[in-house]
């Protein structure tokens, strides 16, 4: 089955405890993207990668970091987690065959800092 | 600035009667148009997207849009509304002449429907 999934679904931590955020897809593709959700502000983008090794900052990077070393995996790291960064994260990917492209979400993380 | 607006934080609508979620945007050229399903504890999926050709675009679960070129619209419609239907719907724009496949994103509407 075709999906993205992301690790942990569910997290609780403390201030300035790093974690890490994992996201897979299985559909082979090149684009791969972090959001954070928060009532009323919809969707922001956090990073993206277009392919291996080759990231790029969103709209709200601050306070993570990505990595893209394979093509099929692309965690979110909170090195220094603070309560502002308490949000529902959604992973997504898609190929990179141009504006169009559909984009396939993972279930989420909702994440509270303590 | 480029943006997205979905007007409405809440619709409420009977089961059976026709629903409209709105959406309108703020981008340069002609971009790419798309709305995006949040059922409760889930993530987010694709309904339909608009790239060229018929403004009236049919998507999944019966939905469909219109794309109104001169009102900067992409109204989400269905004609006869499921309590299923009840969800949080994204509209979101990609400008054609950005580079990066940015989505801009609206704050998102929730659907009601009651039976």
């Known amino acids: 089955e075709a999906q993205v999934t992301q690790n942990p679904r569910y997290l609780i931590t403390v201030t300035g405890k790093k974690l890490t955020v994992t996201c897979s897809q299985n559909m082979n593709h090149e684009y791969m993207s972090w959001y954070r959700q928060d009532p009323g502000l919809g969707l922001r983008q956090i990073y993206y990668?277009?392919?291996?090794?080759?990231?790029d900052k969103g709209d709200v990077p601050e306070g993570y970091k990505v990595s893209r070393k394979e093509k099929r995996n692309f965690p979110l790291i909170l090195e220094s987690p603070s309560p502002n960064q308490t949000s529902l994260y959604f992973c997504?990917?898609?190929?990179?065959?141009?504006?169009?492209?559909?984009?396939?979400f993972g279930p989420g993380t909702r994440l509270l800092v303590l | 600035a480029q943006s997205v607006a979905q007007p409405e934080d809440q619709v409420n609508v009977a089961e059976g009667n026709p629903l409209t979620v709105k959406c309108t945007y703020s981008?340069?050229?002609?971009?790419?148009l798309f709305w995006y399903v949040q059922y409760p504890n889930r993530g987010l999926q694709f309904l339909l997207k608009y790239i060229t050709g018929d403004n009236l675009v049919k998507g999944s679960y019966g939905f469909e849009a219109e794309f109104n070129k001169s009102q900067t619209s992409f109204h989400l419609k269905k004609p006869s509304a499921l309590v299923s239907d009840s969800a949080l719907y994204f509209c979101?724009?990609?400008?054609?002449?950005?580079?990066?496949?940015?989505?801009?994103w609206g704050a998102g509407t929730k659907l009601i429907i009651k039976p």
């Open positions: 997504a990917s898609s190929f990179a065959g141009g504006f169009q492209e559909t984009q396939y």
């Open positions: 990668s277009m392919n291996v090794e080759v990231t």
């Open positions: 979101a724009v990609s400008p054609r002449e950005d580079s990066n496949y940015q989505l801009i």
């Open positions: 981008v340069s050229g002609n971009p790419y």
